[in-house]
């Protein structure tokens, strides 16, 4: 059973900095492509960075381009976000997923099964 356990939020003010983990088990293999997404109160869930099976490609949505780095660590089975410089318009639930290798893109289509982890940015 595949499962993916998000964690590393909390309550931090404008420029303050956060790292998300997700752990994720159950997955035959590590052939995957992982991503990470979030959804603010009153607004659809949103894209903002994926991560290639090997870990060599990486795409951020534009509105966190150069302030988030997404990483794996395919040992310790964790998929990880870093992000820097948070602003208020940051504040949602972050929830990981993962799909198939191939088509790694933003807007590709994701499984999810985590509860997601909150990020509240003050100003």
């Known amino acids: 059973q595949v499962q993916l356990v998000e964690s590393g939020g909390g309550s931090v003010q404008a420029g303050g900095s956060l790292r998300l983990s997700c752990l994720y088990s159950g997955y035959t293999d590590d052939r995957y492509c992982m991503g990470w997404f979030r959804q603010a109160p009153g607004k659809e869930r949103e894209g903002v960075a994926v991560i290639s099976t090997s870990g060599g490609i990486t795409e951020y949505a534009e509105s966190v381009r150069g302030r988030f780095t997404i990483s794996k660590d395919s040992v310790e089975s964790t998929l990880y976000l870093e992000m820097n410089n948070l602003k208020p318009e940051d504040t949602a639930m972050y929830y990981c997923?993962?799909?198939?290798?191939?088509?790694?893109?933003?807007?590709?289509?994701?499984?999810?099964g985590g509860q997601g982890t909150r990020v509240a940015v003050s100003s």
């Open positions: 997923a993962a799909k198939g290798p191939f088509a790694c893109t933003l807007r590709a289509p994701f499984n999810f």
